[in-house]
């Protein structure tokens, strides 16, 4: 295998494991994507920028990961905030 080869296949895994944690944080906040799924073609050739790509939700969902996000902005400490 070519290094680049296995650059490439080292940063689909990890964007695999951050998936799975991902998933797994989002079903223990009560949150199913269900179309949750790394981007193939974003984890090859010379960009090498792996995605996850998060899939369409509904109105449910996007309502669900809103309130998700809000708790966790105003639980964060002062100094990790962004301006």
């Known amino acids: 295998m070519t290094e680049q080869g296995t650059r490439e296949l080292t940063g689909m895994y ?3 494991d951050h998936l799975e944690r991902l998933r797994a944080a989002l079903i223990a906040a009560g949150i199913k994507l269900p179309s949750l799924r790394l981007d193939l073609p974003s ?3 010379e ?3 792996p995605l996850l790509d998060l899939g369409r ?4 969902t996007a309502r669900a990961l809103t309130a998700l ?9 002062a100094d990790t905030k962004s301006p």
């Open 47 to 49: 960009a090498q920028t």
């Open 69 to 77: 996000a809000e708790r966790a902005a105003h639980s964060a400490p």
């Open 14 to 16: 990890e964007a695999q």
């Open 57 to 60: 939700v509904n109105l449910d």
């Open 43 to 45: 984890c090859s050739g």
